[in-house]
């Protein structure tokens, strides 16, 4: 390869296309310049190209680079001139991204697994179906039918296992004769991975009726999941099939040096690189207007789910359906009207670009944000587990302890970052806030550090990783990620007053009583040894009441030491609820508006 | 950021409407372009293939799959009817028989060696689509469906629930202040596409439909009003789908919202004529909001009717979509062009703006919209 200094990458969302700009300078790779434009999938415009060609204009204006030449092409190479780029990407979730509907024989199981490929190859899941989902064949039958998903994705048997199951999902298909979403007239792309021993009687089921492909089983026994074949053939079929039938796509597809990747699929790339070169766990969302992303990997194994109707403007209803008026309100800082609150929350749907003017419609916007957090994570948590159904060699302690196969990978003690996108966290006036609602959402254990990204560029850098790790890495870690500094969170539950725990910090002691939120100023990369002593209910990851020493860093708000109770348990009367909420935006700097 | 405010919904006494009416799957166009069609005029239709019925024949029977075979009495392609039967064993010389009937009218479409089932595929369904509109064919889309052109008045809603209905417009209230209540409406209304005020109640909307009226228009609804009439909760605004024969259509939002005075005087002018009206609501990307459209009876001129682009300039007449000022009209006095800090903490691009009540306030630019001078 050329060498590259300077790098082009997009990301066409549904509403905004974002255009980064990245250049090596003294031997590293830096952010330079962003732009942005409103997508242009929809009429008038019908081609996505449009967007782009904007949102790189604003990046010309930024830079001082001529970037698209006369006939509105992006040049190449880069020239001495400030002329051109070395290397041109994109992403893209516009246009509704990639919806699919997967099948399995056992729901706990094959479709599982299934779910977990194309979850992780980007799709947004909008059925899943298994032979013991509980329904009868018709209303299967019908449901296919209706949604009209862009692919399915087909699994289940281990190889060498049933057959007859895989040919009866083959007949529930082909009963229904489902239709893609896009492109009238073309033929439904149907994935099999399940047991190689059925490929033969599904596809000639179906090989009329369907765009089948075939690719190894994901499920091959039942202490093995395969799910690379699977994600690779849903990547390729979304830029063979659903990317060529929206508009303009097949042009910017011939722009890009690399194939357009979906939104969310780049997102998990950087996500498992950078988990990867830093050993770290790492738990990291993305909250839009209508969906919730959450991606996590701990001790290696990727998940991504995706909440489809968690959002904060188009889905903020659905949130408020989802969580009840009363899960809302408890995060509300002040006496709030029901009646008035759904209003608001109403309007907000139907006008969804609307923006917080007011102190009280920011603090309400942010309690919804807790509740589609806390809703998109319990999602994640039960997907990301262990395979069920895999045998296992138990002790009778083990017995005893009665852990099941099938336990959920998420540890929250052993989560070393957490890291928030999306415009209500990104977007949040102080950083205070963004970090406030990320520990309320997802009450951190132990030691976490908390982190944002700074303009939503993990879509650009995840296909940048895919064809140049290194520049991505340096500018993930040089610009993308703003840390706000660690969270304490000793696991346990006290009465209010008791101690929680005890922090040495430069040789002095600082005791911490149960039921406050406390932040000892540590600015960004400063960092400390400290020993903390947790009470004797409370747990900091080696014990009950065993301390525990480690380097802690700072950030934009600073150490956090968060002794509100593990599970966090907030004050049943409505006075007492409202004053510790006040006390606890007080403790971190906020007003709570009312 | 230039254009951080929303645009206006179109509220136009006379307009270029464009009315793309496509089918869902290919079929056949049965007009012609330059053909003038009526809202009930079927421009296209297709039909959806019938979903196939799976019969377990070899377990019925008790044979093994590949053992289906033996029994047919029929193959793939055979039409059969319900009762007939398409497979059977005999035993003992014919004195004990086992059978399988097929359960409904249809075609024999899949024998598996490998389930041992049978799949009879239902006949096909014959679905239609209308011209919504009277109007212009003035496009036709091969095998899809067709564009209907009409020279009309339109009026968007912010929001909706109910499909296409066609009805006479009849105002129910006295100003748009006026919210619409049960006592307001009797059976003459069957048909009609009523127009009330600032509110519209659940229990106005049940006699609605109790009367069979095609639509209801108002400035709000009470948010807690639209669940129980509906039986259940929109979680995303995505509708149009509902199973009710009168649509509704709200103009300003949730809550209890003076309908806005052109919106109003738009329909009062309009008073008696028939509109093609539609609640269907989609708030996603490619934003769809519901409809009122009452074709002119004049030819269609591109010329006349060109809709002005809507700028947000000095002078610009318009509405708060969001607290503190949330319904207020007002007109823009200002456009600093520098990023300024509201009470939220946000810094964004800001509008100073003269309210109908005289205050001078700043808002963010994308919470006001503009209203069509």
Redesign the interface.
């Given at each position: 390869m050329a060498e590259i200094n300077i790098i082009l990458a997009t990301d066409c969302g549904?509403?905004t296309t974002k255009a980064i700009l990245i250049e090596k300078i003294d031997g590293e790779y830096r952010l330079s310049v962003r732009g942005e434009a409103?997508?242009t999938?929809?009429a008038p415009f019908d081609d996505v190209t449009v967007g782009v060609l904007n949102a790189v204009r604003e990046i010309e204006e930024l830079s001082g680079r001529k970037i698209i030449d006369d006939g509105g092409l992006i040049m190449r190479p880069a020239s001495g001139e400030k002329t051109g780029v070395d290397l041109y990407l994109s992403t893209s979730s516009?246009?509704?991204g990639l919806q699919m509907t997967v099948a399995g024989v056992v729901k706990s199981m094959s479709a599982e697994s299934a779910q977990r490929a194309a979850l992780g190859a980007g799709a947004i899941i909008i059925d899943v179906i298994a032979v013991d989902d509980g329904r009868k064949?018709?209303e299967k039958?019908?449901r296919i039918?209706e949604l009209r998903p862009d692919m399915i994705l087909t699994s289940g048997g281990t190889d060498g296992g049933t057959?007859?199951h895989l040919?009866?999902i083959a007949?529930?298909l082909?009963?229904?004769?489902p239709?893609p979403r896009l492109g009238?007239?073309m033929k439904l792309p149907v994935i099999f991975a399940g047991n190689k021993e059925a490929r033969k009687?599904f596809m000639d089921?179906l090989k009329e009726k369907v765009d089948l492909k075939v690719v190894d089983n994901l499920r091959p026994s039942l202490e093995a999941e395969n799910l690379g074949p699977a994600r690779a053939a849903i990547h390729e079929l979304f830029l063979q099939h659903v990317m060529q039938q929206a508009p303009g796509y097949g042009k910017l597809s011939s722009w890009t040096d690399s194939g357009i990747m979906s939104t969310p699929n780049a997102v998990g790339r950087i996500i498992e690189t950078i988990a990867a070169q830093f050993s770290m766990n790492v738990l990291a969302v993305d909250i839009g207007g209508?969906t919730t992303d959450v991606f996590s990997v701990f001790d290696g194994t990727f998940t991504r789910t995706v909440s489809a109707?968690l959002g904060m403007s188009?889905?903020i209803?659905?949130v408020?359906?989802?969580a009840g008026i009363a899960n809302i309100q408890r995060w509300v800082p002040f006496d709030s009207d029901e009646?008035d609150l759904?209003?608001?929350l109403?309007?907000k749907?139907?006008?969804?670009?609307?923006?917080?003017?007011?102190?009280?419609?920011?603090r309400i916007e942010q309690a919804v944000s807790r509740e589609a957090l806390r809703l998109a994570f319990d999602h994640h948590k039960s997907l990301a587990r262990s395979l069920k159904g895999v045998q296992q060699v138990r002790t009778i302690g083990e017995i005893m302890d009665q852990s099941e196969t099938g336990q959920t990978l998420v540890k929250m003690m052993n989560l070393d970052m957490i890291i928030g996108s999306g415009g209500v966290l990104s977007?949040a006036?102080?950083a205070a806030e963004t970090a406030y609602m990320m520990m309320d959402a997802y009450q951190p254990e132990g030691i976490t550090m908390l982190a944002k990204d700074s303009i939503f560029m993990m879509p650009q850098l995840g296909v940048l990783s895919v064809v140049h790790p290194e520049a991505a890495a340096q500018v993930f870690e040089r610009d993308c990620l703003i840390k706000f500094g660690h969270v304490i969170a000793p696991v346990g539950n006290g009465k209010a007053g008791d101690a929680a725990c005890t922090i040495t910090i430069d040789g002095s002691d600082q005791a911490f009583k149960c039921g406050t939120l406390t932040v000892i100023p540590l600015g960004l990369g400063e960092t400390k040894e400290v020993t903390i002593r947790p009470g004797r209910n409370f747990d900091m990851g080696a014990g009950k009441g065993k301390p525990v020493t480690a380097k802690v860093e700072g950030g934009t708000v600073g150490l956090m030491i968060d002794t509100r109770g593990r599970p966090m348990q907030l004050p049943t009367d409505k006075k007492l609820r409202i004053s510790k909420l006040q006390e606890w935006h007080s403790s971190l700097g906020l007003e709570v508006g009312g | 950021m230039g254009?951080a405010y929303?645009p206006g919904l179109k509220v136009s006494p006379r307009t270029l409407v464009r009315k793309f009416r496509r089918l869902p799957?290919?079929g056949q166009v049965l007009v012609n372009s330059g053909d003038m069609v009526e809202p009930d005029t079927v421009v296209a239709h297709t039909q959806i293939?019938g979903?196939?019925?799976?019969v377990r024949a070899a377990q019925i029977l008790g044979v093994d799959?590949a053992g289906l075979h033996n029994a047919l009495r029929v193959g793939v392609g055979d039409v059969v009817t319900a009762s007939q039967i398409i497979a059977e064993t005999k035993s003992f010389f014919g004195l004990m028989r086992n059978e399988v009937k097929s359960p409904i009218n249809g075609t024999i479409?899949?024998i598996?060696?490998?389930?041992g089932?049978i799949?009879i595929r239902l006949p096909s369904t014959p679905i239609e689509v209308k011209g919504y509109v009277r109007g212009k064919v003035s496009e036709v889309i091969p095998?899809?469906g067709v564009v209907v052109e009409t020279e009309a008045a339109m009026i968007q809603g912010?929001?909706g629930v109910g499909g296409e209905q066609i009805g006479e417009i009849a105002i129910l209230v006295s100003g748009p202040d006026q919210p619409l209540t049960d006592s307001m409406i009797d059976a003459s209304m069957e048909g009609k596409v009523i127009v009330g005020g600032s509110n519209v109640s659940g229990a106005a909307l049940k006699k609605a439909i109790s009367v069979k009226a095609a639509g209801v228009v108002a400035g709000a609804i009470?948010?807690?009003e639209l669940i129980d009439f509906l039986g259940y909760?929109?979680?995303?605004?995505i509708t149009g789908q509902e199973d009710i024969c009168t649509s509704l259509i709200i103009t300003e939002?949730?809550?209890s919202i003076r309908m806005a005075d052109r919106t109003f005087n738009l329909l009062k002018s309009l008073e008696g004529k028939r509109a093609s009206i539609n609640g269907a609501?989609q708030?996603?990307?490619?934003v769809i909001r519901p409809e009122i459209i009452v074709p002119l009876d004049i030819a269609v001129s591109d010329d006349e009717v060109a809709d002005p682009v809507q700028y947000l300039d000095i002078g610009a007449n318009i509405r708060c979509?969001?607290?503190?000022y949330?319904g207020q009209l007002g007109t823009v006095t200002g456009l600093p062009p520098e990023p300024v800090v509201?009470?939220?903490?946000?810094?964004?691009r800001v509008l100073e703006a003269k309210l109908a009540d005289g205050q001078d306030v700043i808002?963010?630019r994308?919470?006001v919209e503009i209203i069509a001078q």
């Open positions: 549904s509403t409103p997508t999938v929809e516009a246009g509704g064949d018709y039958v019908r039918r057959v007859k040919a009866e007949e529930m082909l009963a229904a004769d239709k009238l007239g009687p089921i209508a109707n188009y889905s209803c659905n408020l359906t989802e009646t759904r209003n608001r109403r309007n749907m139907i006008r969804p670009t609307t923006i917080p003017h007011t102190l009280d419609d920011l977007h006036p102080r | 254009t929303t799957l290919k293939p979903v196939m019925q799976t799959s479409e899949l598996s060696d490998t389930t089932n799949g095998d899809e912010i929001f009470i948010d807690r909760d929109i979680g995303v605004a939002g949730f809550g609501t708030i996603r990307a490619g979509i969001r607290e503190p949330f509201v009470p939220s903490g946000s810094t964004v808002v963010p994308a919470n």
